[in-house]
């Protein structure tokens, strides 16, 4: 969920109560830049995921060592705001650069559903009904010729039912009309920033939150109301700030989702945006010059269990140790900045078994500096 004392540190003008970070403007606070919105996890992930996992990195010469990953869940807080900050942030900066070079704006837009309509179920057939049925308005946007291109995002009710949060790339399109196509509640609006001069109460009706709504270019850019305006030039960050904004919304989504284990598939993409926007990790494996080969990278199980059964293994992952089965002997495929390598003489004569090291971990298992220079 959205910090609201970090949006406070930098000076952002926040919602009554804070309930909503679409509506989070944001001011520049230092002279030489704009300040990031987003929260900065301490370390990183990969440190301070609580529910970690452990990897075996594998060389072409049997060698091999350990590695912690995230659990990569939106429930995990270290998890949740990496990737708040590396996959959702670029992605809707770029939505929103495309939005700005095809002369339209991104919305936001809920798709609900009646009590009684089988897709608010929360089930298997509410869900297959939920995609279906989204399918099809989606055709019927695209068969008036119309660029609908979507994140989407699932979220329970307290009620129990299901309906939909999407990020849309498209034009205009009246309120009436899309419910007329969806054939139910349907809220639209452009992603924006509150009027920090003359934005309304949350009393105040759908139009006049509207008109104090500043809408980045292809939008006016400025306040409708009062004139306010907000630099959008590309280094004031501010558009930065938008994304960063739209990012934290979602991930409240995301994350609450993952809390109740409601909702199996939790975010999912058009063909089109997923192609255009998506920030994909890079899934080929890493060639090696020194072995002439790629590295195996094996799943070898959850940390809260591992570190119990082999309590060796948090600090060799730490300290990126390798390993030499009793056959073989220290290789250069990890050799650090420095030149140097740390190995151990592992008493297993293959990977496969290589955690028999980490059980007893006050033994000595021979832990020697090699110098590697070429």
Not at 2 to 7: I, P, T
Not at 99 to 124: M, N
Not at 267 to 287: E, H, I, V
Not at 299 to 306: A, Q, T
Request: net charge positive; with cysteine; glycine share 10%.
């Amino acid at each position: 969920m959205a910090d609201v004392a970090a949006y406070m540190s930098v000076g952002a003008v926040l919602p009554d109560g804070g309930l909503n970070p679409f509506d989070y403007g944001s001011r520049l606070t230092a002279e030489n830049g704009p300040t990031s919105v987003l929260k900065t996890p301490k370390g990183n992930a990969h440190k301070s995921c609580p529910d970690s996992r452990y990897f075996q990195e594998k060389c072409a010469h049997g060698n091999w060592r350990w590695c912690g990953g995230p659990c990569g869940k939106w429930s995990c807080e270290p998890c949740r705001d990496d990737r708040v900050k590396t996959e959702l942030v670029p992605e809707i900066s770029r939505a929103m650069s495309q939005a700005w070079a095809i002369g339209k704006t991104l919305k936001h837009v809920t798709l609900t559903g009646d009590a009684d309509d089988i897709v608010t179920k929360a089930s298997p057939e509410g869900a297959e009904a939920m995609r279906v049925k989204l399918q099809h308005f989606v055709q019927a946007q695209r068969r008036k010729g119309r660029t609908f291109e979507y994140l989407r995002v699932g979220e329970t009710h307290k009620s129990g039912r299901v309906h939909l949060h999407l990020l849309v790339l498209m034009p205009y399109v009246s309120q009436r009309e899309m419910e007329d196509m969806w054939g139910a509640r349907v809220w639209v609006s452009a992603v924006g920033l509150r009027c920090p001069e003359c934005f309304p109460g949350r009393s105040a009706t759908p139009k006049e939150k509207r008109r104090s709504t500043i809408v980045p270019p292809p939008g006016k850019g400025s306040c409708p109301n009062c004139g306010y305006k907000v630099d959008w030039a590309i280094g004031s960050g501010n558009v930065q700030a938008v994304a960063e904004i739209a990012a934290l919304e979602m991930s409240k989504y995301l994350t609450k989702e993952a809390s109740i284990g409601g909702i199996k598939k939790k975010m999912n993409r058009s063909r089109g945006w997923a192609k255009l926007f998506q920030m994909k990790p890079d899934k080929m494996p890493a060639y090696c010059d020194e072995c002439g080969d790629e590295h195996a990278f094996g799943f070898v199980g959850p940390s809260d269990r591992l570190n119990a059964d082999y309590p060796g293994l948090p600090a060799a992952a730490g300290a990126q140790v390798a390993y030499y089965p009793r056959s073989g002997g220290p290789c250069q495929c990890w050799v650090r900045g420095d030149g140097e390598s740390r190995w151990v003489a592992s008493l297993s004569p293959r990977a496969s078994s290589g955690l028999i090291d980490l059980v007893l971990p006050e033994i000595d298992y021979g832990l020697q500096p090699h110098a590697h220079r070429k």
